[in-house]
């Protein structure tokens, strides 16, 4: 089974930036449909950004132009880059990555991803 570790949230001030990495161990990120959640607390968990095997990418309306998911698929590495931080992004951020091979709709639905991460804090003061 696919395990997903995070890594790279931090503290910083608003304005600055970030960047989230997520490894992919016991599979291959290609052929699969894979994501970026965050969850602020006590709120929902919320889809961040999504990147199909091919390189297409969806934005939540948020997150357009601020943030960036690309991924390397030889180092089965998922990556968010997070700019001009604002202190409402502040949450727990999770990537996600659905089964294999994925031939379903392209969407931030939690739903059609199968395997989590534990999350990576991000606090923007």
Known sequence: HAQLVESG??????????????????????GRLLAWFRQAPGKEREGVACITSAGTTVYEDSAKGRLTISKENGKNTLYLQLNSL??????????AASHYPYGGVIALTATLYRYWGQGTQVTVS
């Open 86 to 95: 604002k202190p409402e992004d502040t949450a727990m951020y999770y990537c």
């Open 9 to 30: 949230g931090g503290s910083v001030q608003a304005g600055g930036s970030l960047t989230l990495a997520c490894d992919l161990n016991g599979g291959s990120m290609s």
